[in-house]
């Protein structure tokens, strides 16, 4: 059974890094697009980054590029969002999510099947 499972939230003040990481059991993560979301409250699931299958390409939501950076580490089955400058509007539950392919820039939920339980983000002083 394909399951994923994420870790690594918190609260932060604003500035501040976390690491997100998703675990996955069940299949190869590798043959799998990865995405990442994000929901507040209030508002839709948005697509934060991707991570790609068949070569690591990743690709970020504006609002998130050059501060997030999506990574794999095969040998883990874990694919990772580091954060960092982060800023309050940043504050969510964070998904990640198996689908065939990153197809956009950035990630749509309709594209991804497999979803992790979320974990939650605070960015606040």
């Known amino acids: 059974q394909l399951q994923l499972v994420e870790s690594g939230g918190g609260s932060v003040q604003p500035g501040g890094s976390l690491r997100l990481s998703c675990a996955a059991s069940g299949f190869t993560l590798e043959t799998y697009a990865i995405g990442w979301f994000r929901q507040a409250p209030g508002k839709e699931r948005e697509g934060v980054a991707c991570?790609?299958?068949?070569?690591?390409?990743?690709n970020y939501a504006d609002s998130v590029k050059g501060r997030f950076t999506v990574s794999r580490d095969n040998a883990k089955n874990t694919v990772y969002l580091q954060m960092n400058s982060l800023k309050p509007e940043d504050t969510a539950a964070y998904y990640c999510a198996a689908g065939k392919s990153c197809a956009t820039i950035p990630p749509l939920p309709s594209f991804f099947s497999s979803w992790g339980q979320g974990t939650q983000v605070i960015v606040s002083s």
């Open positions: 991570i790609s299958n068949s070569n690591g390409i990743t």
